[in-house]
Every structure is written in C-alpha cells, then in structure tokens.
C-alpha cells in the first residue's frame, strides 16, 4: 500500500506542473524540459503530459525513462503529440509501453507537422507490429534526426519495416539498434535497403552491437553495400559473431574497394590494429586509422 500511495503522489505532481504549464504559469527551465528519471511515475503521467503537449510551445525536451506509464500512458502522451509543434526530444527507455503504444507514437511521428528529433524507445517491449508502426511513419516523417530502439524484439517483419521506413528519409543520422535479437539476413536487408546507394541519404551512425546471431554473412553484406555508401561514419558490430576472417573481409572487401566510402569509426569485438597491416589491397588511411585506434 505505502508503495502505491508514493507511486500516486508522484504522478499527482506531475498533473500539477502539467496544468500549470497549460496555464502559462512556468518560467525558466521547468518550461522548457521534464526531466521525469525513475520517478515511480505511472500512466497517468503519461495521459496529463499528452494533455499538456496538445496546447502547450515552451517544452522542447522530455525524459521519462525508467518509469511504468505503459501503453495506456504512451497512448495518451502520443495524442499530444500528434498537434504538439514544439517538443525536440522524447526519451522513453525502460517504460513497458509495448506495441500498442509504439503504434501511437508511430502515429504521432508520421503527422506532417512532427517537430520531434530525438526519440529514444529502448527497451520498452516493442514488437514486430510496434516495428512495423515506426517504420511506416518514417515513409512519411522529415524531422527525426536519432532513433534508438535497443533491447527491443522486431522480428524479421518489423526489422524489415523500419528499414523501408528508412529509405529516402532524409534527416535521421543515428539509428541505434544494440541486442535486439538481429541475425545475418536482417543485415542483408539493412544492406540493400538503407546502406547500398545511400539508401538513407543522411544516416552517420549505425550500432548494431550485441546481436549475437549477426555472423561474417552479415558483415560481408554490409561490406557490399559500403561500396557505393558515402554517408556513414560509425559502424559498431561488437559483440557479435563475426570472426577475424570475417573483420578482415570487411575492411577489405568493403572499406577498400569502395572509392566513396567515409567510414572512420569502425567497432568490432577485439582490437583491429594489425589486422590490415602489411596487406596488399590496403588503401591509403586504413592503416593510418588503425594506427590512431580510431579502428578500435
């Protein structure tokens, strides 16, 4: 009971700053940013911040990462959302909102007038449908610029859905996808459909580490497709299972025969210095990268 009396009073705090927000009544930071951190805070946070964002232009940035608001509360956030015009940054990592509320926010995403670019999801319990959901709000979405759906469960469908998502899309330039249960085959559709030919014209950053299943046939598709890539600078496949043999293929085949590639970042399970040294088909700055460790 003492547990759900706290619980309560956190969320009754939260509807006051909310209506006091709504009232014009804020000044200074606590206008412009929620920082909500493992407060205990429950859905109904989630419903009065969505009320609140429906009419409010002073918050820009919002946290709530570690807290329970679920679907019911990520449904009710997204609402604000879908008329919101100025929030930037939503972070909503460790709150069990499923896929019931990742299509509410795949909804509010995909409205023409979305301003958010940053919009962290990780480890909320998130489906192929909840997947599949994002993805097709990227086919219409212009402004998200870093999306992080780690510690999540896409399955082959949804993996493929955000990929198309991702496909002309031409402001997202970090996509973190770490311990996602991804395997090879979903590399060769990542390859093919956002890496080859500047698939998503603007995308920088890609971590895709600790997905124990992605093997050397993964990497090698991400090699194929890096040779006509001119946009990505950081790649991170540690923990995986790709071998020396297969590190080496990469730089080689891929980094080395691409005439376009920007690569400068490239994160593998064990220190790469030596592993291109002395070879043949070495391009010029490889080494040289190796030697600053930024191959690390």
């Known amino acids: 009971m003492g547990s759900s009396l706290c619980v309560s009073i956190h969320d009754t705090r939260v509807i006051n700053w909310c209506e006091r927000l709504k009232a014009g009544e804020e000044r200074g930071p606590t206008a412009k940013a929620m920082r909500l951190i493992r407060r205990g805070l429950g859905y109904r946070s989630g419903v009065a911040i969505g009320d609140m ?13 570690g807290n329970d608001i679920r679907p019911r509360g990520a449904i009710g956030l997204a609402r604000g959302l879908e008329t919101n015009r100025t929030l930037l940054e939503l ?14 926010l795949g ?29 097709e709000a990227l086919t219409r979405n212009r402004t998200l610029c ?8 896409p ?12 496909v002309g899309h031409s402001t997202l330039h970090t ?21 080859k030919n500047d698939g998503a014209p603007n995308l920088k950053t890609l971590t895709l580490s600790r997905n124990a299943s992605i093997l050397n046939d993964g990497a090698m598709a991400i090699a194929q497709a890096l040779r006509s890539n001119s946009t990505l600078k ?14 080496r ?27 291109v040294h002395g070879t043949k088909h070495c391009p010029p700055g490889i080494e040289e990268l190796n030697k600053r460790n930024k191959f690390a």
């Open 146 to 153: 870093n999306l992080n759906v780690s510690k999540n469960r």
């Open 175 to 195: 996509l973190i996808a770490f311990s996602c249960q991804l395997n090879s085959e979903d590399m060769i559709v990542l390859a093919e459909r956002v890496i």
């Open 107 to 135: 909804k509010a995403l995909g409205m023409g007038s979305s301003t958010l670019r940053t919009l962290d999801i990780h480890e909320t319990q998130i489906g192929a449908r909840g997947f599949e959901a994002i993805g």
């Open 91 to 104: 972070h909503l990592q460790g709150n069990k909102i499923g896929d019931h509320g990742a299509i509410a």
């Open 155 to 166: 399955e082959r469908t949804g993996w493929a859905a955000l990929c198309l998502g991702l």
């Open 234 to 247: 950081s790649l991170s496949l540690d923990r995986t299972l790709i071998d020396k043999d297969g590190a």
């Open 53 to 65: 964002l429906a009419v409010n232009d002073t918050v820009t940035w919002i946290s709530l990462a």
């Open 249 to 275: 293929a990469f730089l080689i085949d891929g980094v080395a025969q691409s005439p376009v590639c920007q690569l400068e970042t490239f994160s593998w399970n064990k220190p790469l210095q030596g592993l």
